[in-house]
């Protein structure tokens, strides 16, 4: 079946590879991207509409012009530190531009939608591997926002019969194999594209925050999903929804964590680069150990990750970013 999907935010790094995906299984995706965080030269297909989720003429314009079979949702802001900082940004962005966007889904009568959530939405983890029924302690502005739109698509889900699928991501790393599409952001705060900058010679070393963390080195441990993973977690979603599927909200992860030591050294490992580490004191609200438990979609959608080796999605990136 192939299918009409807006997808929101398709030119940033998640949602190029979703669009990739997409274009891959058949279906027709339609960007809508204001460009403040995307790269349109990096978009791999799909008709682009350059403009914002806060203008309801637009949105009202693109779904009479198209026949929107679902809507997918990448256009947030995700910085937590920043959040902390321009909390107002966050809201508007990530949470009233959002109830605009549903607003006009209403009005259109489209009632799939597969939503970016975060794993920013449990907070300080009780235990881990973290399930879909940890309780919900977010602590900065960014996984608050996340919340929300989670509370405002059950609400739309009992008042217009909106179904929705919330995927909670960990941590989104790698690059598609064919070096096209990659991860860039401007400033990166990620850890992997961070010292893969220092094997680049774009930065002199690389921070790790903390070495007294009650883990096996004394770094935190965090769980990486790789960009193509989550792609494929989408159009799962999107078949289940298709199919007269009911809400609901997943973890995406591997399952598997990583100390920032052991991502260090796989970089030095697939690089060839000695990469100079700086110890620092830890920063406040970073939790020791971050694992998910995705067994739910496993079981639920037969969601199967291809790249669980953490020096394959590595190497990935490391291709992406000699190469762009």
């Known amino acids: 079946m192939k299918l009409n999907i807006l997808v929101i935010g398709g030119c940033g790094y998640i949602g190029t590879h979703m669009v990739k995906a997409l274009l891959e299984a058949g279906h027709r ?15 791999p297909g799909g008709d682009f509409i350059q403009g914002d989720i806060q203008d309801s003429g637009l949105l009202d314009q ?54 970016s959530s975060s794993a920013a939405v449990y907070g300080e983890p009780d235990y881990t591997p973290i399930d879909e029924n940890h309780p919900l302690r977010p602590t900065s502005p960014y996984g608050e926002s996340k919340l929300y739109v989670e509370n405002i698509l059950r609400a739309c889900d009992r008042a217009y019969g909106l179904k929705s699928v919330c995927l909670r991501y960990f941590n989104a790393a790698g690059a598609d194999p064919s070096g096209a599409i990659g991860e860039r952001h401007d400033p990166e705060s990620h850890l992997i594209p961070l010292i893969i900058q220092v094997a680049l010679g774009q930065r002199d070393s690389i921070a790790i925050y903390g070495t007294d963390y009650p883990t096996p080195d004394g770094t935190c441990v965090r769980d990486y999903i790789h960009v193509n993973d989550l792609a494929a977690a989408h159009l799962l979603a999107l078949e289940a929804l298709a199919q007269g599927g009911a809400s609901r909200v997943y973890n995406l992860g591997n399952g598997n964590g990583f100390s920032v030591r052991q991502v260090i050294e796989t970089v030095r490992k697939i690089t060839g680069h000695p990469i100079p580490a700086k110890e620092t004191p830890r920063r406040p609200g970073d939790p020791a150990v971050l694992i998910a438990s995705s067994d739910n979609i496993i079981k639920d959608l037969n969601w199967q990750p291809r790249f669980d080796d953490l020096e394959e999605i590595v190497r990935t990136a490391w291709e992406w970013h000699r190469g762009s």
């Open 29 to 43: 995706p339609i960007i809508l991207d204001n460009l403040s965080k995307g790269h349109r030269e990096l978009l």
């Open 62 to 115: 693109v779904f009479n012009t198209h026949a929107i079979d679902a809507v997918m949702h990448f256009a947030a802001l995700i910085e937590v530190g920043e959040s902390v900082q321009r909390p107002l940004a966050y809201y508007r962005n990530n949470v009233s531009a959002t109830a605009n966007l549903l607003e006009a889904m209403v009005r259109h009568d489209v009632r799939r939608f597969i939503f």
